[in-house]
Nanobody, 121 residues
Framework: QVHLGESGGGLVQAGGSLRLSCAAS????????MAWFRQAPGKEREFVAA?????DYADSVKGRFTISKDNAKNTVYLQMNSLKPEDTAIYYC?????????????????WGQGTQVTVSS
């Protein structure tokens, strides 16, 4: 059974940093594309970043967020710097079997429960 568990969310002031982690189990981690999505109140869940071998980013986070993947630890990370109030959302980890990153949430097979990130102004 596949399980994705996010951690690292919290409350931070604008301009601050957070690092999210997502630990995966029940899958061959190195063969999966791992991604982060986020959902703000009243909005659709949106793509943030994904990685197979290199990172792929939404324009809104490019240059501020970095995704990385540790195959030895079955963990994917999202380092978030220069946070803005508009980054406030629940952040979800997702996994899809394949070679290419994908921005469509429907292409992902597995999801975590999410972790709340709140950025105060």
């Amino acid at each position: 059974q596949v399980h994705l568990g996010e951690s690292g969310g919290g409350l931070v002031q604008a301009g601050g940093s957070l690092r999210l982690s997502c630990a995966a189990s029940g899958l061959t981690f190195s063969t999966y594309v791992m991604a982060w999505f986020r959902q703000a109140p009243g909005k659709e869940r949106e793509f943030v970043a994904a990685i197979r071998w290199s990172g792929d980013y939404a324009d809104s986070v490019k240059g501020r967020f970095t995704i990385s993947k540790d195959n030895a630890k079955n963990t994917v990370y999202l380092q978030m710097n220069s946070l803005k109030p508009e980054d406030t959302a629940i952040y979800y980890c997702a996994a899809r079997l394949g070679l290419a990153t994908n921005w469509q949430r429907s292409s992902y097979d597995y999801w975590g429960q999410g972790t709340q990130v709140t950025v105060s102004s």
